[in-house]
C-alpha cells in the first residue's frame, strides 16, 4: 500500500469514527430510557472474567504439568532425533503455558479490581467488608500458578530465577535462550511495540472518543491511562537511541 492510500485510509478511519461517534450519541438521547449499565455493568463483565478464568486456570495448570512430563521423557531419551523433538515440545508447551498465565493474571486483576470505588465512607461505618469466595479462591490461584511458572521455569531452563527479578536479571535471563529463540524474541518485540504504537493505542483513543461521545460512560480515567502508556513507549525509545547513536 502506498503512502498516499495509508494517509486517506487513516482520515476514512478517523472520519467514520467520528460520524459513528455522532449517530450512537443521536440513539442515545431519542432512547433516554435505554441505560449504558443495563448492556454492560460492574457485575457482568466480573462475571465474564470469572467465567473466562475458570477455563484459563486449569488448561495453564495442565499445561504446566505436560511440561513436566514431556521434561522428563526428553531427559530419559537416548536417540537424538527424538530427544531434540521432545526438546523442541518441551520448550514449545513452557512457553504457552506462560502466556496463558499471563494473560490470566491480566484477568484476574480486571476481575478484582474493576468497579472499585471510594472505600473511605465504608470504613468509617461499621459495614462489614465482604470479599466472595469466589475472588479469593482467583487471587489464591494467581499466586499458585506464579510460583507452578516460576518453579518450572527453573528446571526447564536450568537458570536460577529469583520471585521478584529485576531488569538485569531478567535481562541475563533473556540472553541465556538460545540464538534463535532470541531472535524471535527481538522480532516479536519489534512487532508488539510497533502494533501498540501505531495501531492498539490510536485504536482505543477513537473507541474512548465515540464512548464518550455517544454513551454515558465516563472515559477521562481510560485517556489518561491510555496516554501516559503511550508517552511511556515513545519516552522509553531515547534509551535505545541513546545507547545505539552514543
Known amino acids: 500500500m ?9 482520515i476514512g478511519i478517523l472520519i467514520l469514527a467520528v460520524i459513528l461517534g455522532g ?3 443521536f440513539i442515545m438521547a431519542h432512547f433516554e430510557h435505554i441505560s449504558w449499565p443495563t448492556f454492560l455493568n460492574v457485575e457482568l463483565l466480573k462475571n465474564i472474567g470469572r467465567a473466562s478464568l475458570i477455563i484459563l486456570y486449569p488448561v495453564t495448570f495442565f499445561l504446566l504439568y505436560q511440561t513436566h512430563k514431556v521434561h ?10 527424538k530427544s ?53 479462591a482467583l487471587f489464591l490461584a494467581l499466586i499458585l500458578g506464579q510460583i507452578l511458572v516460576l518453579k518450572t521455569t527453573q528446571k526447564v531452563r536450568q537458570y536460577k530465577l529469583s520471585a521478584m527479578p529485576t531488569i538485569e536479571e531478567m535481562k541475563d535471563y533473556a540472553l541465556s535462550y538460545d540464538e534463535g529463540e532470541l531472535q524471535a524474541h527481538y522480532e516479536q518485540s519489534f512487532l508488539t511495540l510497533f502494533n501498540l504504537n501505531q495501531r492498539l493505542i ?3 483513543y ?7 461521545a455517544g454513551t454515558p460512560m465516563q472515559v477521562v480515567s481510560g485517556m489518561i491511562v491510555l496516554t501516559i502508556i503511550f508517552v511511556y513507549i515513545n519516552a522509553e525509545s531515547y534509551q535505545a537511541v541513546k545507547r545505539y547513536f552514543k
Do not use: C, M, W
Not at 74 to 81: A, F, I, L, S, V
Open 72 to 81: 522428563g521423557a526428553y531427559q530419559r531419551e537416548e536417540d537424538d532425533d
Open 202 to 204: 490510536p485504536g482505543l
Open 206 to 212: 477513537v473507541l474512548l472518543f465515540i464512548l464518550g
Open 23 to 25: 449517530v450512537v450519541g
Open 2 to 10: 502506498s503512502t498516499k492510500k495509508r494517509i486517506l485510509r487513516n
Open 84 to 136: 531434540y523433538e521432545l526438546y523442541r515440545q518441551t520448550f514449545k508447551i513452557l512457553e504457552y503455558a506462560t502466556i496463558l498465565y499471563n494473560i490470566s493474571s491480566a484477568l484476574t486483576l480486571f476481575t478484582l479490581f474493576v468497579g472499585v470505588s471510594y472505600l473511605g465512607p465504608l470504613l468509617r461505618s461499621e459495614t462489614t467488608i465482604h470479599i466472595p469466595f469466589y475472588d479469593i
